[in-house]
T-cell receptor, first 112, second 113 residues
Framework: DADVTQTPRNRITKTGKRIMLECSQTKGHDRMYWYRQDPGLGLRLIYYSFDVKDINKGEISDGYSVSRQAQAKFSLSLESAIPNQTALYFCATSMGGTDTQYFGPGTRLTVL | GQQLNQSPQSMFIQEGEDVSMNCTSSSIFNTWLWYKQEPGEGPVLLIA?????ELTSNGRLTAQFGITRKDSFLNISASIPSDVGIYFC?????????????FGKGTLLTVNP
C-alpha cells in the first residue's frame, strides 16, 4: 500500500464551487505539505503543517485553506474555485528534523 | 526567492546511453535531493545527499553533492526505456528552515528504444 495517498486523483469542477482535496499518510511523519505543480513553474508550496496544532502559509496560499484533522490527515480546500487554480496538487510528508519529503500520487484538478 | 537552475531542460537519448544532468544555485545548500516523476504520478525520491563531496548511488543512478555546495549532479548509466520521466532536483538552503525545499524545474528525459 502507498505510504501517502491522495483523493480524488482527478476532479473537474466549475468556477465558484468549493472543493476539498484529501491526503492521508501511514509513514508516521509529523510534517505535511501541500504543493501545486504548473507547467514551467515547478512545485510551489501552498501550506505546511508541523503538527496538528501548527498550520503555516506557504508562498501561494491565497484562495486556499487547509485542515490538519489528525497527524495522518491533511486536507486542502478551495473555497471558491477559479480557472487559474487548474493544476496538479501534491501532498508531501516529512519527519521533523529531516529535509527529505515524500510525495503522494497527486490530484489533477480542472476548474472550468 | 532562491532559484535552482536545472539543466538541461530536456534530453532525447538512445537506450544504452549514459545521462548527466545538474542543478546549480547562487547560494550554499545543506541538502540536495533528486526525484523522478512519471506521468500521472508524484515525485519519487531517488537519492538524498547531505555532505559536500558526497557521492551516492542507487542502482544505475549516481548523484553527487558539489564541493562548493552550490551544485549537484545526477548521472544515469546505460539508460533503459523505463528511465523516461521528469527528474527534479531539490535542496535546502544553508540557514533555511528544514521545512522549505527549493525545487528545480525539472529535466524531461526521453529514451528511444
Amino acid at each position: 500500500d502507498a505510504d501517502v495517498t491522495q483523493t480524488p486523483r482527478n476532479r473537474i469542477t466549475k468556477t465558484g464551487k468549493r472543493i476539498m482535496l484529501e491526503c492521508s499518510q501511514t509513514k508516521g511523519h509529523d510534517r505535511m505539505y501541500w504543493y501545486r505543480q504548473d507547467p514551467g513553474l515547478g512545485l510551489r508550496l501552498i501550506y505546511y503543517s508541523f503538527d496538528v496544532k501548527d498550520i503555516n502559509k506557504g508562498e501561494i496560499s491565497d484562495g486556499y485553506s487547509v485542515s490538519r484533522q489528525a497527524q495522518a490527515k491533511f486536507s486542502l480546500s478551495l473555497e471558491s474555485a477559479i480557472p487559474n487554480q487548474t493544476a496538479l496538487y501534491f501532498c508531501a510528508t516529512s519527519m521533523g528534523g529531516t529535509d527529505t519529503q515524500y510525495f503522494g500520487p497527486g490530484t489533477r484538478l480542472t476548474v472550468l | 526567492g532562491q532559484q535552482l537552475n536545472q539543466s538541461p531542460q530536456s534530453m532525447f537519448i538512445q537506450e544504452g546511453e549514459d545521462v548527466s544532468m545538474n542543478c546549480t544555485s547562487s547560494s550554499i545548500f545543506n541538502t540536495w535531493l533528486w526525484y523522478k516523476q512519471e506521468p500521472g504520478e508524484g515525485p519519487v525520491l531517488l537519492i538524498a545527499l547531505y555532505k559536500a563531496g558526497e557521492l551516492t548511488s542507487n542502482g544505475r543512478l549516481t548523484a553527487q553533492f558539489g564541493i562548493t555546495r552550490k551544485d549537484s549532479f545526477l548521472n544515469i548509466s546505460a539508460s533503459i526505456p523505463s528511465d523516461v520521466g521528469i527528474y527534479f532536483c531539490a535542496g535546502r538552503e544553508s540557514g533555511g528552515s528544514n521545512y522549505k525545499l527549493t525545487f528545480g524545474k525539472g529535466t524531461l528525459l526521453t529514451v528511444n528504444p
